[in-house]
């Protein structure tokens, strides 16, 4: 008589990705600038712009299951969702992330940079892409396959510290016009760089339809982190 092997038990961890920190607040930036917003900033990032504002979420954060993270999201309450870094695309469980949110009903936004692959981003999420200039250091990164991917669901941010990346992004605009394939191409002034007033004017004076953002965020509570 032969005897049969036991049954082998396979364990199947659950997905999980590296977590800064889960904050609710008021939008700051992009079309849903002003409404209430919960924020999952995910931890790491392959970029060193040298404006960075969150560099706190490079390293460090705790690993949490996307079932936990889901779990919490939905005891806030909050409609919209913003996955943001770091760079949350550096995790490849950013994208089941994203469908999960999207299936459980919120309205859900991305943040991402420009030198990273948006192929597989639920097409449900609202992609803002944050083109690099030469002020950030990290132009030379902009992954430029990713215009063909842009809807008018999604938006552009181009985050400018002088004239001169302005007039660089117009140059930029020339050469590549999918951008405008995006819903807003918007126009942040890097924060305490650049004169408002000036900018303001070079986008009265540019053939390109840009919106001008500020960062609401940092008016109401500069640069306090989780805000």
């Not at 082998?8 to 700051?28: A, D």
């Not at 392959?46 to 954060?61: I, K, N, T, V, W």
């Not at 469980?93 to 936004?109: I, K, R, Y």
């Not at 510290?161 to 302005?166: A, L, N, R, Y």
Request: hydrophobic letters at 40%; glycine letters at 8%; proline letters at 5%.
């Amino acid at each position: 008589m032969s005897l049969k092997r036991p049954t082998e038990v396979v364990t199947v961890e659950p997905l999980s990705l590296r977590i800064t920190e889960v904050f609710t607040s008021l939008q700051g930036e992009a079309l849903t600038s002003g409404l209430p917003t919960t924020f999952l900033r995910l931890t790491g990032c392959p970029l060193r712009c040298a404006y960075c504002d969150s560099s706190y979420a490079f390293q460090g954060g705790t690993q949490r299951s996307i079932d936990e993270l889901l779990k919490q999201v939905q005891s806030i309450g909050v409609l919209r969702v913003c996955v943001t870094g770091g760079e949350p695309l550096a995790q490849p469980n950013c994208l089941p992330l994203l469908g999960v949110l999207c299936d459980a009903g919120f309205e859900v936004s991305l943040e991402t940079s420009g030198a990273m692959d948006i192929t597989g981003v639920d097409n449900r999420v609202s992609i803002v892409l944050d083109l690099k200039t030469p002020g950030s250091g990290e132009s030379s990164k902009n992954l430029l396959s990713n215009l063909a991917l842009i809807r008018s669901k999604d938006q552009i941010k181009v985050v400018v510290t002088s004239e001169g990346d302005f007039r660089w992004f117009e140059l930029f605009c020339d050469e590549h016009p999918a951008v405008f394939d995006a819903g807003v191409v918007w126009i942040s002034p890097s924060y305490g760089e650049i004169d408002l007033q000036q900018l303001a004017s070079l986008i009265l004076s540019s053939k390109y339809p840009f919106r001008m953002q500020l960062q609401l965020h940092k008016q109401i509570w500069g640069e306090e982190s989780g805000r």
